[in-house]
Every structure is written in structure tokens, then in C-alpha cells.
């Protein structure tokens, strides 16, 4: 009996050691090892953790105005989970005017693509100042909702929207890339143009901050005094070559009309001018009705959000002209002096190819040639300069010609700082083997000459290629930003630095096409553009237009093409200006881009010339097809889309379903529908 009173007295004591051990060790793993992630638990509830976002870098233009700023915004955020039965819709409603339906409709939207997991599910955007001081009040009173700030960005000058860009919300596919592992859900990234582009400069570097709050989620103050926070690192600033008045009114007059206006200064490269036709209220795409904005410029047929300048690419007509002029004199298959008897065709191909002048001399050298935009002289000269001699065949002869263009920074993207740039077209021999089955010669590409036929280029390629001729054999990539944080050498901007060389054509070759571009203004066919105290260098172009429609081939209207720079010597300003389905290039983009040349050189235009600014500005040229013509091009879209998603099974059978009849039916509807709206002119 003892010994059992013994052990039973050796157990109690053994319990009163252990017990107080275990609780010591569990307090021990709960409050300094965090097993089971307790000590974060409850760090949570009272520690809230505000991610600063920086200020995006302000952007000026070259007169340090300043063209791109900030507005600080808040959007409501929450977290599903936290969102119980008892949470107070109605009161939530109130305090940000909208319906409980809006708030359930929306809730539920967000919750279905992202989960219920998910944190900081950014609900409503941009709340008004109004929403936003109510819900600093009592925004304790919802478990799960905090108010969150970021920068929005605003325009203080109204304009750009074509380069500029806009931000927008990290998506899902991004952050699953390595390029964005810094960022987190509900970062905001620039998605077109400069915002893009300068996007790891312009967004800065985030700060975090601890706050402690309450038991009713109230901010009380700083954790730990502060002393784990990290300051938010404002994004650089951008200084641009753009010279916001000159924009402005390139804008004004480029409103109402579908095209491009480029200009660039040819001694850096520095853009100083780029518009597109029609552009849009940049501001449209800031604020809360962001996307419902997006969606509708997506929808317009005029296609607000297609980059005009760097996208669009045309035959560039007669202002191809100085550059065949220029590689048929460095390949010394003519002199200065030679001419050619254009009787209003170009006929030694066996087929007539037009001029717009017949007789009187005005191909009797190159000067006039250019001067008077003689067709058949340029078929001509382009046909010597593939067929010479010293190539042995013609293929021979292409591949040279395209190794010119190349070195001209035709056929492939120049590199402009801002994305989605086209390159346009330069056919090789491997092109015209494919077409012609290897059976071909000069006649078969005679008409690119004169800037017809394969060659394609944009805008910004037309603009770039008159600096070059302006700096007789030199260019640099056309770009935007001289400076980034006042750095006007750093790292991101060393590749537009750089000189890139053009061939190795004399200084004299391009003396004599300057003199004859001179003449295109003095005398030939842009005296609309001459003005008394500034020497331009110009050339007029009108671009062929054709589409198929119904599975025929319809011409349009032509393009008005034009390019310049001014003045002949130490030029400053180098202009391309393309505005679609508008006839003649002196009629619409001449004018134009004189009035640009004359607002950046002399920083107003002359009293004289107000009218044509008047003209340029309240002048509509966007045709009735335009809108059937999109129709059609979204319906063959869809068709696309359609096809591509069938089985392989599907398109078996929708092919043996097809029917020629039918497809005849459908093409004659498409072209009479399309010639009822074309015969209806701008």
C-alpha cells in the first residue's frame, strides 16, 4: 500500500512539471517560432501593410511645358472572404452612390474571374472625392474593404495620344511572365507607346508602410514607429523633342481626316511633330470610364487607336522619286543632265504607264524631272539602274537596289521608342521568283520607279528618308525622349545616339536632287507650299488606292501624299504628311506640312496664311466607305475566328458544304453595296 501511495504521489508531482513545460513550450512555438502561422495571424489583424505606390515620372516637352502629370486617385478594394452575411451593402452603397445591384452585379463578376482566395480585388476605380472622404470616415465599419491610392495620369495639354500611351492594371498573363516579377496584382504599367516603352523608368520604385489599427480596423498610427518602412521612389522624368504647339496644331488640322503627320528634327533624330487621323481625347483613356472609353474607340470605324505613322503603310507615290533618283546616279547610270521624251507615258514596256504632263521639256534633266514629277522618267531611270551592265542580270540588279533600301531604312522597322512599329515592304528577287515562277525582268517592277506598285512604307519611313536627304547620306532613329531624368546620354537612349550612315553617295548626287526638290516648290508642283523667306525642299505624291471587295479588285480614292524639310541649308525640319482617299498631294498634305514647317521655324504662322490653316482645320475627309469597308473587314475577321476554332472534322465538311454559286452571290452583293456608297463622295 505504501508503495502504491509513493507512485501515485511521484505522478502528481511528475503532472505538475509537465503541464506547465508543455504550455511553456506551446507559448513558446506560438509566439517566437510561429508554428502554424499564428504570430502572422494575429500581426494581421493589427498590422496593416500599405503598399506606396510613387509618383509615374512627369513628361515635358521641349520647352520644358509640362505635357504629362499625375493625379493621386483611390480605388475601393476588398477581400471575398472577409465579406460576410452581416456586411452592410446598403450603408457601402450610400457612401459611394451606386445601386446595391451595381455593387452585387460587380461583386460578383470579380469574385467568379478571380476567386474567393484572392485578395485586393479592385471593385469600382477612381471613386469621386466625394466617395472617397465618406469612406475615410467609416471605412472601419467593413471587414475586408480598404481604400486604395495610385497616381492617374493626366494631360495637361490636351493632346498626343498617339505617342503618349496610356496605364492600366497589370493583367493575369503579365504577371506570369519573368519581365514583370516585380509586380503584383493591382500594379498599374504603361500599355502603348512612351508609358510602354519608358515604362522601367517612368513607374519608379513602390514603398511600404506599417500601420497598427484597432480592433475596428481604425489606423492608430505607425508599427514600430516606423521603422520597417520603406519610402516610395518617384518614377524619372521624360524631356521630349515634341514641341507641344506644333503638335496641337498638327492635331487641329489633321481632325476629320484619316492619314499621318510626322516631322522630325534630321541634326538628332528628335520627333517633333507626330499625329495621327483622326486621334482621340488622350484623357478618355484616365479615369473610371477608362474602359468602357477603350471599348468604344475599338468599335469606331475610323480606327482612333490604329498608330497611323508608324502602322499605316502605303505606296509612297512620287515622294519615292529623289531616292530612285539617288541610287540611279550613285550606280552612274545617268548624269544630272540626262533626259527623257515623256509624251504623257511611259510606253517601252509594252503597255502605257500615265504622266501627268506631256511635251514642253519637263523631263529634259533630273532637276526637272523631280520638279514636275515626270513618271516615265522614273520608270525609266529605276529600269537602268537594275539592268546595269555591271550586274550581269537583272536579279543581280534587285538585290542591289534592296540593299539600298535597306540602308535607307525601308523594309523593316527604323526603331522608334514606342512599340508595334511596322516595316512596310521591299520587294527582293526571292519575291518576284515566287510571282513569276523566275520568268521576269525589269518591266514586271518598272512602276516602282515612281513609287508604285510592291513598295510600301510608313509615314515615319517617309519622314526619316528626307532627313537623310537633308543630311546628304546620315540619319539617326527617329525617337522621341532627349532626356531622361536630365540625362540626356543615359543608358536607355545611347542606341538614338548613334549615327547610322546611308551607302556611300556623294554629297554631289544629293546636291542635285536637293536642287531639284527646290524646284518642286519653286516652280513645280507644290508652290502651295513656297514661302518667302524659307527655302523648302519638298515632293509631292499621290498613291494609287486599291482594295478587294467581293473578291474583286475596286480602285479608290488616291492618297495625298507629300514630304519636305526646310531650310535647304542646316536644315531643321524634316516633314512627312499622308492623309487617305484625298486625291492630289499638293491638295490636302502639302499644305499641311508647310504650315507645320513654318509654325516650328517661325513659332507662329503669318496673318497671310491663316485661311489655309482655317481650311486645313474644318476640311472632312473621311468617305461613306469608309464604314462599309470596315463592316466587311470585321465580318472577315469573324469568319477567321470562326474557321480557326473548328476541328480539322468541321472544316472538312464546312468545305464540302461551300457553294461557288452562293460565294458569286455574296461577292456581287458586297460590290454593288460598296459602289452604292463609293459613288457618295467625301
Same mark, same amino acid.
Given at each position: 500500500?505504501?508503495?502504491?501511495?509513493?507512485?501515485?504521489? *511521484?505522478? #502528481?508531482?511528475?503532472?505538475? =512539471? !509537465?503541464? /506547465?513545460?508543455? %504550455?511553456?513550450?506551446?507559448?513558446?512555438? +506560438?509566439?517566437?517560432?510561429?508554428?502554424?502561422?499564428?504570430?502572422?495571424?494575429?500581426?494581421?489583424?493589427?498590422?496593416?501593410?500599405?503598399?506606396?505606390?510613387?509618383?509615374?515620372?512627369?513628361?515635358?516637352?521641349?520647352?520644358?511645358?509640362?505635357?504629362?502629370? *499625375?493625379? #493621386?486617385?483611390?480605388?475601393? =478594394? !476588398?477581400? /471575398?472572404?472577409? %465579406?460576410?452575411?452581416?456586411?452592410?451593402? +446598403?450603408?457601402?452603397?450610400?457612401?459611394?452612390?451606386?445601386?446595391?445591384?451595381?455593387?452585387?452585379?460587380?461583386?460578383?463578376?470579380?469574385?467568379?474571374?478571380?476567386?474567393?482566395?484572392?485578395?485586393?480585388?479592385?471593385?469600382?476605380?477612381?471613386?469621386?472625392?466625394?466617395?472617397?472622404?465618406?469612406?475615410?470616415?467609416?471605412?472601419?465599419?467593413?471587414?475586408?474593404?480598404?481604400?486604395?491610392?495610385?497616381?492617374?495620369?493626366?494631360?495637361?495639354?490636351?493632346?498626343?495620344?498617339?505617342?503618349?500611351?496610356?496605364?492600366?492594371?497589370?493583367?493575369?498573363?503579365?504577371?506570369?511572365?519573368?519581365?514583370?516579377?516585380?509586380?503584383?496584382?493591382?500594379?498599374?504599367?504603361?500599355?502603348?507607346?512612351?508609358?510602354?516603352?519608358?515604362?522601367?523608368?517612368?513607374?519608379?520604385?513602390?514603398?511600404?508602410?506599417?500601420?497598427?489599427?484597432?480592433?475596428?480596423?481604425?489606423?492608430?498610427?505607425?508599427?514600430?514607429?516606423?521603422?520597417?518602412?520603406?519610402?516610395?521612389?518617384?518614377?524619372?522624368?521624360?524631356?521630349?523633342?515634341?514641341?507641344?504647339?506644333?503638335?496641337?496644331?498638327?492635331?487641329?488640322?489633321?481632325?476629320?481626316?484619316?492619314?499621318?503627320?510626322?516631322?522630325?528634327?534630321?541634326?538628332?533624330?528628335?520627333?517633333?511633330?507626330?499625329?495621327?487621323?483622326?486621334?482621340?481625347?488622350?484623357?478618355?483613356?484616365?479615369?473610371?470610364?477608362?474602359?468602357?472609353?477603350?471599348?468604344?474607340?475599338?468599335?469606331?470605324?475610323?480606327?482612333?487607336?490604329?498608330?497611323?505613322?508608324?502602322?499605316?503603310?502605303?505606296?509612297?507615290?512620287?515622294?519615292?522619286?529623289?531616292?530612285?533618283?539617288?541610287?540611279?546616279?550613285?550606280?552612274?547610270?545617268?548624269?544630272?543632265?540626262?533626259?527623257?521624251?515623256?509624251?504623257?507615258?511611259?510606253?517601252?514596256?509594252?503597255?502605257?504607264?500615265?504622266?501627268?504632263?506631256?511635251?514642253?521639256?519637263?523631263?529634259?534633266?533630273?532637276?526637272?524631272?523631280?520638279?514636275?514629277?515626270?513618271?516615265?522618267?522614273?520608270?525609266?531611270?529605276?529600269?537602268?539602274?537594275?539592268?546595269?551592265?555591271?550586274?550581269?542580270?537583272?536579279?543581280?540588279?534587285?538585290?542591289?537596289?534592296?540593299?539600298?533600301?535597306?540602308?535607307?531604312?525601308?523594309?523593316?522597322?527604323?526603331?522608334?521608342?514606342?512599340?508595334?512599329?511596322?516595316?512596310?515592304?521591299?520587294?527582293?528577287?526571292?519575291?518576284?521568283?515566287?510571282?513569276?515562277?523566275?520568268?521576269?525582268?525589269?518591266?514586271?517592277?518598272?512602276?516602282?520607279?515612281?513609287?508604285?506598285?510592291?513598295?510600301?512604307?510608313?509615314?515615319?519611313?517617309?519622314?526619316?528618308?528626307?532627313?537623310?536627304?537633308?543630311?546628304?547620306?546620315?540619319?539617326?532613329?527617329?525617337?522621341?525622349?532627349?532626356?531622361?531624368?536630365?540625362?540626356?546620354?543615359?543608358?536607355?537612349?545611347?542606341?538614338?545616339?548613334?549615327?547610322?550612315?546611308?551607302?556611300?553617295?556623294?554629297?554631289?548626287?544629293?546636291?542635285?536632287?536637293?536642287?531639284?526638290?527646290?524646284?518642286?516648290?519653286?516652280?513645280?508642283?507644290?508652290?502651295?507650299?513656297?514661302?518667302?523667306?524659307?527655302?523648302?525642299?519638298?515632293?509631292?505624291?499621290?498613291?494609287?488606292?486599291?482594295?478587294?471587295?467581293?473578291?474583286?479588285?475596286?480602285?479608290?480614292?488616291?492618297?495625298?501624299?507629300?514630304?519636305?524639310?526646310?531650310?535647304?541649308?542646316?536644315?531643321?525640319?524634316?516633314?512627312?504628311?499622308?492623309?487617305?482617299?484625298?486625291?492630289?498631294?499638293?491638295?490636302?498634305?502639302?499644305?499641311?506640312?508647310?504650315?507645320?514647317?513654318?509654325?516650328?521655324?517661325?513659332?507662329?504662322?503669318?496673318?497671310?496664311?491663316?485661311?489655309?490653316?482655317?481650311?486645313?482645320?474644318?476640311?472632312?475627309?473621311?468617305?461613306?466607305?469608309?464604314?462599309?469597308?470596315?463592316?466587311?473587314?470585321?465580318?472577315?475577321?469573324?469568319?477567321?475566328?470562326?474557321?480557326?476554332?473548328?476541328?480539322?472534322?468541321?472544316?472538312?465538311?464546312?468545305?464540302?458544304?461551300?457553294?461557288?454559286?452562293?460565294?458569286?452571290?455574296?461577292?456581287?452583293?458586297?460590290?454593288?453595296?460598296?459602289?452604292?456608297?463609293?459613288?457618295?463622295?467625301?
Amino acid at each position: 500500500m505504501a508503495d502504491y501511495t509513493q507512485n501515485r504521489s *511521484n505522478y #502528481i508531482r511528475i503532472l505538475f =512539471v !509537465v503541464i /506547465p513545460l508543455v %504550455i511553456v513550450i506551446r507559448l513558446l512555438f +506560438l509566439q517566437v517560432f510561429d508554428v502554424g502561422g499564428y504570430k502572422q495571424a494575429a500581426i494581421g489583424q493589427a498590422v496593416y501593410i500599405k503598399k506606396i505606390y510613387p509618383p509615374r515620372g512627369i513628361i515635358y516637352d521641349r520647352n520644358h511645358k509640362v505635357i504629362m502629370n *499625375n493625379n #493621386i486617385v483611390y480605388d475601393l =478594394v !476588398v477581400e /471575398p472572404r472577409k %465579406i460576410t452575411k452581416d456586411f452592410d451593402t +446598403l450603408f457601402l452603397c450610400k457612401m459611394l452612390n451606386v445601386p446595391v445591384s451595381e455593387f452585387n452585379t460587380q461583386f460578383k463578376r470579380m469574385v467568379n474571374k478571380y476567386g474567393w482566395n484572392q485578395k485586393n480585388l479592385a471593385l469600382f476605380r477612381n471613386l469621386s472625392p466625394v466617395a472617397v472622404a465618406r469612406l475615410q470616415e467609416n471605412i472601419y465599419e467593413f471587414t475586408g474593404v480598404e481604400l486604395v491610392e495610385h497616381s492617374e495620369r493626366s494631360f495637361t495639354e490636351n493632346c498626343g495620344a498617339s505617342f503618349m500611351g496610356y496605364i492600366n492594371e497589370i493583367s493575369e498573363s503579365q504577371l506570369k511572365k519573368e519581365k514583370y516579377a516585380e509586380y503584383q496584382k493591382g500594379d498599374y504599367i504603361g500599355i502603348t507607346g512612351i508609358e510602354n516603352f519608358y515604362e522601367d523608368v517612368l513607374r519608379g520604385r513602390p514603398g511600404v508602410q506599417y500601420l497598427l489599427r484597432d480592433v475596428k480596423q481604425r489606423i492608430q498610427g505607425s508599427y514600430k514607429e516606423g521603422s520597417l518602412d520603406s519610402m516610395a521612389t518617384p518614377g524619372q522624368s521624360l524631356e521630349l523633342f515634341i514641341d507641344a504647339k506644333l503638335q496641337k496644331l498638327t492635331e487641329d488640322m489633321m481632325s476629320n481626316k484619316l492619314g499621318s503627320a510626322v516631322a522630325i528634327d534630321p541634326q538628332t533624330g528628335g520627333i517633333l511633330a507626330f499625329a495621327s487621323g483622326p486621334t482621340y481625347d488622350p484623357s478618355l483613356l484616365t479615369g473610371a470610364s477608362k474602359g468602357k472609353n477603350l471599348g468604344k474607340l475599338l468599335m469606331d470605324a475610323t480606327k482612333p487607336l490604329f498608330n497611323r505613322p508608324i502602322q499605316a503603310v502605303y505606296p509612297p507615290g512620287s515622294t519615292f522619286k529623289p531616292i530612285t533618283a539617288l541610287v540611279a546616279l550613285d550606280e552612274g547610270v545617268i548624269t544630272p543632265s540626262f533626259g527623257y521624251g515623256c509624251g504623257g507615258g511611259y510606253y517601252a514596256c509594252g503597255r502605257r504607264i500615265g504622266c501627268t504632263h506631256s511635251g514642253g521639256g519637263h523631263a529634259r534633266n533630273l532637276a526637272y524631272a523631280i520638279a514636275y514629277s515626270c513618271n516615265s522618267y522614273f520608270c525609266h531611270i529605276f529600269r537602268l539602274a537594275i539592268d546595269a551592265p555591271k550586274h550581269g542580270n537583272v536579279h543581280v540588279g534587285l538585290q542591289r537596289w534592296h540593299q539600298y533600301m535597306n540602308e535607307f531604312g525601308l523594309g523593316h522597322p527604323i526603331g522608334i521608342d514606342i512599340p508595334n512599329e511596322k516595316g512596310g515592304n521591299i520587294p527582293d528577287s526571292n519575291y518576284f521568283n515566287r510571282t513569276y515562277n523566275g520568268n521576269w525582268n525589269s518591266c514586271n517592277m518598272s512602276i516602282i520607279g515612281m513609287g508604285q506598285g510592291e513598295v510600301l512604307m510608313t509615314p515615319l519611313q517617309m519622314a526619316n528618308s528626307m532627313c537623310i536627304i537633308a543630311n546628304k547620306g546620315h540619319y539617326f532613329i527617329p525617337h522621341f525622349v532627349k532626356s531622361i531624368g536630365g540625362d540626356s546620354t543615359h543608358e536607355k537612349l545611347k542606341p538614338f545616339l548613334q549615327k547610322h550612315q546611308v551607302a556611300n553617295i556623294t554629297d554631289s548626287a544629293y546636291q542635285y536632287v536637293i536642287g531639284g526638290m527646290q524646284g518642286v516648290v519653286d516652280f513645280g508642283t507644290a508652290r502651295i507650299a513656297r514661302m518667302a523667306d524659307i527655302v523648302v525642299c519638298a515632293k509631292t505624291g499621290t498613291a494609287q488606292n486599291e482594295r478587294i471587295i467581293g473578291g474583286k479588285r475596286i480602285k479608290l480614292q488616291n492618297h495625298s501624299m507629300f514630304v519636305a524639310f526646310a531650310p535647304r541649308e542646316n536644315p531643321k525640319i524634316a516633314v512627312a504628311v499622308a492623309i487617305e482617299n484625298s486625291g492630289y498631294g499638293a491638295t490636302w498634305a502639302g499644305p499641311i506640312a508647310s504650315l507645320m514647317i513654318e509654325q516650328y521655324l517661325k513659332d507662329s504662322i503669318s496673318p497671310k496664311r491663316q485661311f489655309l490653316v482655317k481650311k486645313m482645320k474644318d476640311a472632312k475627309i473621311i468617305p461613306n466607305y469608309t464604314y462599309i469597308l470596315d463592316s466587311i473587314e470585321r465580318a472577315e475577321a469573324r469568319e477567321r475566328d470562326r474557321i480557326k476554332n473548328m476541328s480539322k472534322d468541321s472544316l472538312k465538311i464546312l468545305q464540302m458544304q461551300k457553294d461557288s454559286v452562293q460565294r458569286k452571290k455574296d461577292s456581287l452583293k458586297a460590290a454593288y453595296y460598296f459602289r452604292r456608297y463609293y459613288s457618295k463622295k467625301p
